[in-house]
């Protein structure tokens, strides 16, 4: 992916979807780095997304994006019934790391 110009967004979320674990595994490690500059796009994603690997991915990369109008988002998935995405959302409020995160997830024991 390095050897062309940068994919839009929604080329990186379309390859994301891929039956080929090669092309999506590159669109969300290009998407990595880069998670702060798309994190609207990230989110509009996220509430669209069907597929729960996606949509796993989708959080991870919110999370990485370390912004505070994700906070609502993150909390939401925290104490989701899903355990992943319960995962993906403890792991982003940590990384988020604001004194509204931390407060969330001594509340709810989320240590």
């Known amino acids: 992916m390095s050897s062309r110009q940068d994919p839009s967004f929604q080329v ?3 390859e994301m979807r891929s039956r080929d674990a090669l092309k999506a595994e590159d669109a969300f490690h290009f998407l990595l780095p880069r998670a702060g500059e798309n994190v609207d796009a990230l989110i509009q994603a996220f509430d669209t ?3 729960r690997s996606v949509r796993c991915w989708l959080l991870e990369l919110i ?3 370390r912004a505070e109008r994700a906070f609502d988002m993150l909390c939401k998935n925290a104490v989701a019934d899903d355990e992943a995405l319960r995962s993906w959302g ?3 409020l940590k990384k988020l790391d604001t004194p509204a995160a931390r407060s969330f997830l001594w509340e709810h024991g989320l240590r």
């Open 12 to 14: 990186l979320l379309s």
């Open 49 to 51: 997304e069907k597929s």
């Open 63 to 65: 999370g990485e994006a």
């Open 90 to 92: 403890i792991r982003g």
